[in-house]
């Protein structure tokens, strides 16, 4: 009976869990295999640290990222956690980070806005002043903030990387405004954009992002092989840690908890058994 | 009553069970009941201790270039105010003279700042009776005075007259550079 | 509460206590020695998974305001400051927001047992009414605190929701104004919902405790719907129960856990860490999935004010049941005709769920377009979730009335012993009767 209970559950969340349809299309993300994947996965700390210099040389020139701090670099599981370091905000590494940032303060004496060197309590700078500049600098379009970005979108770190590597030229029949780009991981409806057979509109849409990515834009410290795909992979990697710095303190704490509960679950059951052992019912 | 002996409850037994092993199990069930509830109970204290962003900004460094000679500044350190105080050789004088005077909480004045920096005199300003900022130049002896309750601080920050038990608080801080501590 | 007592005050502390203030005797009475039938299945369970969920949304809620900033501009960064810097924030805060969900799964079961087993009739229409009551409020509670986050989907949820109210005639508009504190959902908003957040759910355990004073007068119902003859039928609640609901509440929150640690986010909407702008409705506005079948229910209908009151009716057929089901027998295992109809309501509320995360020209069948009837293509989601919508209350309208009347029920036990003694071939003709036999 427990098992129905279950099977009723499992195929209630069956349906919650199916993708809703929107008006707009887009192609599936691209299937690509992550170390974070599953209940064990850990992040590759190598990865994200070329992640970070992705962001930091290419994304960070347009997007900010108002919820992170240079300290987060340096926290457990962070890209630069050293384990001489417990406390982020010692780590000299982090903190030479910061120092080659120019911070907007104001002198405590006399009240003039002034530029400091960066601390690692400091949060990442936002690449404009305000959302006007932003758009005033991109076309109209706003860079969304990149904090959230693995929780803020439909499927993830997969949609990130597909969008990254997804850019093609747009098909024959189609009107890409300008300042435009077509890409079809993109969530988006082509059919006011398109003067050819009404049924085969293509999937995807239209993003105000110019390719980011280049081959060899980054080089690479450890010497991984600067692609296009791996750029993106790694950038990816950062970003998903970025939107979540606790996933891997989530997932062992979580652990924990299952085979505990799991053992709670079988000493109550032997419990029950025993209690109930003269009773019909 | 009184009579809850192991096994004293025949009704609940099954034929040739043993009454210890039976017992065992509820024992180790409600233990584990307990443990989960004790364990989840930790990490929802641990949620009132200062978060990662208090603690990031739980250190700050301050140009002393900014200090006339006899003046001194307050800045908020983790919320809290903090005495700069530059010192006068008179002031320094008349703390040293008093190093052996009747202290409530016997220190000397070499012991309240960093060697060879006599002049800069680095304080949690909270009064050590409950917490009140005590006034820079009042009281009895030339060094703070607490409106709260009265107590007098000398200009070495030692607490010699009034409520407060103890010397006003010495923080941990480093000199960076000449002009420049940091503190936390 | 349920009359006699078998208490005897051990300590003198105890003696003390009994004659000013009987407190223990009280604790005894409902959670120590009250009789319960022994038969009670899994199913019923979910009460006491119920109270556990209550608790920890409470615990966890209180939590969170500690450091929750409700302001439009702070909001959404103060619950990700939770999640990131405040110590194990992350934990309280996937608690709370997969706990509401889990919230809701239980209520659902809840709910749908107490449907099957006629727990609903004579002397248990006080104690489904009050059950009723909790419902609602859950409901308001949590569409309050899912605008708290301030995201894309707390917003416009909000404005959408909110909006409705505004179908009311001539004062709808007067009091959606009033609602918002202003002329559109804003900061005021955001401050009061998050003050009734706080708390609603202390008036829902309020009304738990009435809900279970109103069970402890009757006493349980069962899985065989016949009243307790004798004491033979009943066991004391503890230890019997208390370790039945124990191993039960452990193993649902091995489910928890797993939503909690490994998939946190997979009951909420993507959209939803987006920072709210109001100048920008996301593509796809949808509920939480524990309210997509009243959302499916209100796009079902072409009218907005019509919609309205089909949603409000749908939940008001809960209130009413009692006396529109006609039926002398409690439990559906001796009623084989409104059994199959109960299966199909549970699969048209799972329907309706579905229609409602869906967009209603959404197709059924994909790429085959049949006709158009009342301006909507056959072969769409807002024709399949007008036909479940007419079966859901038909269900409380016309089956359940008429069913009871016409129907003829299977013999029921002479007792709630009966059928156990006789295991387990079960009553006479209903070996196929006891629904946790089967699957």
């Not at chain 1, 630069?80 to 405590?108: G, H, L, R, T, W």
């Not at chain 3, 934990?91 to 997969?98: C, D, E, F, K």
């Amino acid at each position: 009976m427990l098992r129905k209970g279950f099977a009723i559950a499992a195929l209630g969340l069956a349906f919650i869990g199916s993708p809703t349809l929107a008006a707009t299309t887009q192609e599936e993300p691209k299937a690509v295999h992550w170390s974070f994947e599953g209940p064990l996965g850990k992040f590759d700390q190598a990865q994200l640290q070329r992640g970070y210099k992705v962001y930091r040389e290419v994304c960070s020139a347009c997007h900010s990222m108002n919820l992170m701090s240079f300290r987060n670099l340096g926290q457990k599981g962070g890209p630069f956690y050293d384990p001489e370091f417990k406390n982020p905000n010692d780590n000299p590494y982090v903190k030479s980070i910061a120092k080659d940032y120019q911070i907007d303060d104001i002198d405590s004496e006399t009240g003039d806005v002034v530029k400091r060197p960066g601390t690692s309590a400091d949060k990442f700078p936002n690449p404009f002043p305000n959302e006007a500049a932003a758009r005033a600098s991109n076309g109209g379009a706003l860079p969304p903030d990149l904090s959230d970005m693995a929780k803020a979108r439909e499927g993830g770190p997969a949609y990130i990387y597909s969008i990254l590597t997804g850019y093609e030229e747009a098909p024959k029949g189609m009107t890409v405004p300008s300042g435009k780009q077509y890409n079809p991981y993109m969530p988006g409806d082509m059919s006011g954009f398109w003067s050819l057979d009404p049924n085969k509109v293509p999937v995807g849409g239209f993003i105000a992002m110019p390719p980011p990515l280049a081959p060899d834009k980054v080089s690479f410290d450890d010497g991984t092989k600067s692609t296009v795909e791996q750029q993106a992979k790694d950038v990816t990697a950062f970003l998903t840690w970025a939107s979540d710095p606790k996933t891997e303190e989530r997932k062992s704490f979580g652990l924990a908890a299952m085979i505990y509960l799991l053992i709670f679950s079988g000493l109550l059951y032997a419990s029950y058994r025993r209690i109930w052992a003269n009773i019909a019912h | 009553m009184a009579s809850t002996v192991v096994g004293a409850t025949p009704e609940h037994h099954t034929g040739g069970e043993d009454p210890n092993r039976r017992d065992f199990i509820h024992i180790a069930a409600t233990v584990a009941a307990l443990g989960a509830v004790g364990g989840l109970a930790w990490p929802f204290i641990d949620q009132m201790n200062p978060a990662a962003d208090t603690l990031a900004l739980a250190s700050v460094e301050f140009d002393l270039s900014k200090v006339e000679l006899g003046q001194q500044v307050v800045i908020k350190w983790r919320g809290k105010p903090l005495f700069i105080r530059h010192r006068t050789g008179k002031e320094i004088a008349s703390a040293i003279k008093d190093n052996h005077a009747d202290l409530r909480d016997p220190q000397t004045d070499e012991e309240r700042h960093k060697a060879g920096k006599a002049e800069w005199l680095v304080l949690i300003g909270t009064c050590t009776h409950l917490g009140c900022v005590p006034t820079f130049g009042g009281g009895d002896y030339g060094g703070w005075f607490c409106p709260c309750h009265g107590s007098h601080y000398d200009t070495s920050g030692r607490i010699r007259k009034g409520p407060a038990p103890k010397n006003l608080a010495v923080p941990d801080y480093t000199f960076l550079s000449d002009s420049k501590v940091k503190v936390g | 509460m349920s009359g006699h007592s078998n208490y005897e005050p051990k300590s003198g502390f105890e003696k003390w206590l009994d004659v000013r203030l009987p407190i223990i005797r009280l604790g005894y009475d409902s959670i120590v020695d009250f009789p319960t039938p022994k038969n009670l299945n899994y199913w019923y369970t979910f009460g006491g998974i119920l109270a556990v969920c209550l608790g920890i949304q409470i615990v966890t809620g209180i939590i969170l305001a500690m450091h929750y900033v409700a302001h439009v501009d702070m909001a959404f960064a103060s619950v990700e400051h939770i999640m990131r810097d405040v110590n194990y924030g992350w934990l309280v805060r996937y608690m709370h927001a997969n706990g509401a969900s889990m919230f809701f799964l239980a209520v659902y079961v809840h709910m749908f047992r107490g449907l099957y087993y006629g727990s609903y009739k004579a002397p248990r229409e006080v104690l489904w009414l009050l059950g009723c009551v909790i419902y609602m409020l859950m409901i308001i509670t949590a569409f309050m605190g899912y605008v708290l986050p301030w995201g894309q989907m707390s917003f416009h949820g909000a404005v959408v929701i909110t909006n409705l109210i505004g179908a009311i005639p001539v004062i709808g508009p007067a009091i959606t104004t009033w609602l918002w504190g202003g002329f559109a959902v804003d900061d005021p908003t955001l401050n009061r919902f998050f003050s009734l957040h706080y708390l609603l759910p202390f008036m829902i355990a309020g009304v738990v405790g009435l809900h279970i004073w109103a069970l402890h007068v009757p006493g349980n119902n069962n899985p065989t719907g016949v009243n307790v003859k004798s004491k033979e039928d009943t066991v004391p609640f503890h230890p019997y129960y208390t370790v039945k609901d124990g191993f039960a509440i452990s193993v649902f929150l091995l489910m928890y856990a797993a939503f909690v640690f490994f998939n946190p986010n997979a009951l909420g909407d993507a959209v939803n860490y987006v920072p709210a702008n109001p100048l920008v409705t996301p593509a796809h506005i949808v509920p939480e999935w524990y309210l997509l079948p009243f959302y499916a229910i209100l796009r079902a209908v072409p009218d907005k004010l019509m919609g309205v009151v089909f949603m409000g009716g749908a939940i008001a057929m809960l209130f009413l049941l009692p006396w529109l089901d006609t039926s002398k027998v409690r439990s559906m295992r001796y009623r084989p005709t409104a059994k199959l109809y109960f299966f199909i309501f549970v699969i048209v509320t799972m329907i309706l769920g579905y229609c409602g995360g869906q967009l209603p020209d959404n197709k059924i069948i994909p790429g085959l377009t049949t006709f158009q009837v009342a301006a909507s293509d056959l072969n769409s989601v807002v024709w399949l979730s007008r036909l479940a919508t007419a079966y859901y209350f038909a269900y409380f309208l016309i089956i359940l009335p008429v069913l009871g009347l016409t129907e003829t029920p299977l013999p029921q036990p002479e007792s709630i012993s009966e059928p156990v003694l006789s295991h387990p071939a079960n009553a006479p003709a209903g070996a196929a009767a006891s629904p946790e036999k089967r699957g």
